[in-house]
């Protein structure tokens, strides 16, 4: 089983992401308040 070492989300693409202590993941969108939440169809891995 995998870990999670760390999070880093950031508001806008092409921005530095920052450290985050937790993440709310929501399903077939990604992680809540990441610019790059809607690059993949996450459900359909791709």
Known sequence: ???VLS???????GT???DV???LIVKG???EGDAHR???N???NG
């Open 1 to 3: 089983m995998g870990k």
């Open 7 to 13: 999070i880093h989300i950031s508001p806008e693409r």
């Open 38 to 40: 809607l690059c993949k």
């Open 16 to 18: 530095v992401k920052s």
């Open 29 to 31: 969108w990604g992680l």
């Open 21 to 23: 202590q937790e993440a």
């Open 42 to 44: 996450v459900e359909n």
